[in-house]
């Protein structure tokens, strides 16, 4: 009987420990709003922000005081058009900083400034979208928001989800994703998505796109993952061809492993997906189950010759 219960004891602290350690692994990757809600310097960064003049009544029917607009006009004759989100806090606009380094290479860039704690999440940025390309004549554009300045930190996870973006949204790749929606064969070209889903947002929008799915606000932040579901819409995620499993991919990438395979042209090299837990962190893993394996052996042992 004492074996017994000493067995289900046991069968215990190992259920407590995986389940410790698995929240270990998932929490960062929540997405946990910033805990320190420093307000003052949150109004500081978004004043310091200076608005173009767009007639803001005329785009969202309301006098939203919590966006500001910037216009950055590139150097390029025909540029691509970008429309990035920007959420204003400390990680917000570092996040912007370097987005901003390889955007402006090939992209007029229209940053939409939210103050934080963001609670438009992705309205301003895609109803701006949609009202360039009623207003300017504007085909298709790349939208882009400040992936991970929501977070309680800049975790590696949305630091490699951006380094992919950078990898798909430039030359010679960004031409595969463009192609598809000059020779309308889709309404919407992404990355990765699981049905109808634009995983994570970054995605090339047509005109066609926005007419089929009007931009109005919602208090739930994911349902502007899912906002192009209309069945008229076609989507088309260019990696997710290649992947079994697309949308599970949030601490997969960095720089060693996007290799490159080889192909007849650039236009043509895809990526490959590795598996998501580097090697070293799964033996960190293993070895601190395996020592709290034997402290809690020794522990029994312990209890049984001082109790039984």
Known sequence: MIYFISHIQMNSFYFIICFVIYLHHIYPYNNTRISNNNYILNDILFDSIKEDYYNFTNIYQYNY???????????KTNPLICVF?????????????EISQWLFEEYEVYKIYQKYPGILYEYPALRFAQWLTENKNISFLLYLHTKGATHTNLKD????????????FTKPRN???????????????????????TWYNGMYISKRAFKLNNIIPYKYRFIYEYYFSNNNTKIKGIVAEKCNDPWNYLNLFNDKQLINKKGNSSENKVFKLVKPMKIKYK????????ILIMILKEFLKFYNKRYI
């Open 65 to 75: 005081s919590t966006i500001k607009i910037k216009r950055y006009i590139s150097k």
């Open 85 to 97: 989100g920007v959420l204003v806090n400390d990680y917000g606009l570092k996040i912007e900083e």
């Open 157 to 168: 996870g949305d630091l490699y989800i951006r380094k992919f973006w950078k990898k798909e």
């Open 175 to 197: 031409f595969i994703y463009i192609s598809e929606i000059l020779h309308n064969n889709y309404d919407i070209a992404t990355p990765l998505t699981n049905g109808k889903m």
């Open 283 to 290: 033996m960190l893993y293993l070895i601190m189950i395996l």
